[in-house]
């Protein structure tokens, strides 16, 4: 599923463009997203603690920007829920997550809206946030390598007598 680009463009966008393959092809993605996100959320929440692997699976299986989208998407349906922390509430308006209207004025989006209980998916969405953050800094053991290019051979110097 790493795949399929994201669509992020509503379905009449994507008919005047003659972009409906690709739409239906992230929707469906963005759908089976959201049920890996319940059911990892459902496998690894244990002991009032929802396990770290649970983000990890779902980033391998669909990488971070379809489970991004996702989960901003899953937030700004629930921004009236408490249980949604700010911070992720804040993060979900920085994703860009266009309307869908369907024919009747339904938002089509709320298909891939996560189900799991709120409290959990803000864990699931802070988890997911965190593994980003870790992924973006270096190791301990990489900053102390020196860049390759800062390495340079020594200079010979010439023995000269001082006067």
């Not at 929440?45 to 770290?52: G, S």
């Not at 009236?80 to 993060?91: M, P, Q, V």
């Not at 593994?131 to 010439?158: C, N, Y």
Request: charged content about 30%.
């Amino acid at each position: 599923m790493k795949e399929i680009p994201v669509y992020k463009y509503p379905g009449t966008y994507a008919e005047e463009h003659d972009e409906l393959p690709a739409y239906r092809a992230s929707t469906k993605a963005n759908i089976a997203c959201k049920e890996a996100i319940e059911a990892a959320i459902r496998d690894h929440y244990h002991d009032n603690r929802l396990d770290v692997n649970a983000a990890k699976q779902v980033i391998s299986q669909f990488g971070y920007d379809r489970v991004f989208h996702v989960l901003a998407n899953t937030v700004r349906h629930m921004d009236w829920d408490g249980r949604i922390s700010r911070d992720n509430k804040a993060w979900a308006q920085t994703i860009p997550v266009m309307e869908n209207p369907d024919a009747w004025g339904a938002d089509r989006n709320r298909y891939f809206v996560v189900g799991s209980h709120p409290g959990l998916t803000d864990l699931f969405l802070s988890q997911v946030r965190k593994e980003k953050e870790r992924e973006k800094k270096p190791s301990v053991i990489e900053k102390l390598k020196p860049a390759p290019d800062a390495v340079k051979p020594p200079v010979a110097h010439k023995h000269t007598q001082e006067r």
